[in-house]
């Protein structure tokens, strides 16, 4: 049961976010509940990382490392770009540039695993990025918007230190105190409470824009959709052009793609605007929809029987890594 609610991520959060537009008042009170929601997602998250996580990093350097270069070069520039293509104010601007600076979503592990790519690198990749973001979210915001709008870059990094580092160190003891084997056991469900969270953040945000969705939502939309496919794109392109085979540019380009919007959402929240949050709230919608539907895509390719990349440096060439199927 866990599993087909799960599926239906990007279903949820359009009704969801549909619901707040038209009925804010339903959502409007909790916003004082988005960085408890946050830390709800990230404690799950650290819930089902294992040591031999952290061992692939060492193990396949490369294509992580890549990754997250990528990730990290990519997305706030492509976001600072698009915004002053289509002409967003500061406000929407310090939005779009958060998501973009922010680590790869959770979502990125479960897209690599329907379209046949690395789940193993994907989360390796998700786990580093996150990691790295506690500096690289607030410095890299600062130097591409700070000359136009003030970014607490201390403040920011205590907050994300606070939001991301420790739920997942946490997660991670409990998950070595409980044991591999109980965690697998209820990881659908951990998903399922997560994926909830993730929607909940969604429609308080969305809520919070009410007033200001018929105006600025089409704008913001085709922002976030154009910022979003130049992650996918490059993410693959790039990975091609240096040598990476099919299946681990796929799982590069939803680890570039798809961002931890969740938590540009609670930054924006709590150091900006309610309107700086909404390309965040918008994003965590769209990328699980374009996500889904690349993923679908390059499932029904299939994939060419070669060498891997990530295959060659951690031993396993296999989709699965079944532990993650359920995230």
């Known amino acids: 049961m866990f599993e087909r609610i799960n599926r239906l991520f990007p279903v949820w959060a359009i009704l969801l976010a549909v619901i707040a537009a038209f009925q804010p008042q339903l959502f409007v009170g909790l916003k004082g509940e988005i960085k408890t929601l946050l830390v709800v997602i990230m404690f799950a998250?650290?819930?089902?990382?294992?040591?031999?996580?952290?061992?692939?990093?060492?193990?396949?350097?490369?294509?992580?490392?890549?990754?997250?270069?990528?990730?990290?070069?990519?997305?706030?520039?492509?976001?600072?770009?698009?915004?002053?293509?289509?002409?967003?104010?500061?406000?929407?601007?310090?939005g779009m540039v958060l998501v973009g600076a922010t680590a790869g979503g959770t979502s990125s592990n479960v897209m690599a695993w329907l379209s046949g790519g690395h789940v193993a690198l994907s989360v390796s990749m998700t786990m580093v990025s996150t990691v790295i973001s506690v500096v690289a979210t607030p410095l890299i915001t600062w130097l591409i918007v700070g000359q136009s709008i003030d970014v607490p870059v201390g403040g920011m990094l205590l907050s994300i230190a606070q939001l991301v580092i420790a739920p997942i160190a946490i997660g991670v003891l409990f998950h070595h105190l409980l044991g591999g084997a109980r965690i697998r056991k209820i990881e659908t469900p951990l998903a399922t409470l997560a994926m909830a969270a993730i929607v909940l953040i969604i429609a308080?945000?969305?809520a919070l824009n009410a007033g200001n969705l018929a105006t600025l939502g089409p704008i913001v939309a085709l922002a976030v959709i154009a910022h979003n496919g130049i992650g996918l794109a490059a993410g693959y392109w790039l990975s091609r052009a240096l040598g990476f085979d099919i299946r681990t540019a796929r799982t590069i380009a939803f680890?570039?793609?798809?961002?931890?919007?969740?938590?540009?959402?609670?930054?924006?929240?709590?150091?900006?605007?309610?309107?700086?949050?909404?390309?965040?709230?918008?994003?965590?919608?769209?990328?699980?929809?374009?996500?889904?539907?690349l993923a679908g895509y390059w499932k029904q390719r299939g994939v060419r029987?070669?060498?891997?990349?990530?295959?060659?440096?951690?031993?396993?060439?296999?989709t699965g890594d079944t532990r993650r199927e359920a995230e």
């Not at 793609?257 to 709230?281: D, H, I, K, R, Y």
């Open 45 to 94: 998250m650290g819930l089902t990382l294992t040591r031999e996580d952290f061992l692939r990093v060492i193990q396949a350097p490369k294509p992580i490392a890549v990754g997250v270069v990528l990730q990290f070069l990519i997305m706030p520039f492509a976001a600072l770009a698009v915004s002053r293509v289509l002409g967003l104010g500061p406000e929407l601007t310090t």
């Open 305 to 318: 029987d070669t060498p891997s990349v990530a295959s060659a440096n951690t031993g396993g060439g296999t």
């Open 204 to 206: 308080i945000v969305v």
């Open 255 to 293: 680890e570039v793609g798809l961002q931890n919007s969740g938590l540009a959402v609670t930054l924006a929240n709590q150091f900006f605007t309610a309107g700086a949050a909404l390309p965040g709230a918008l994003f965590s919608v769209w990328h699980n929809v374009s996500g889904s539907l």
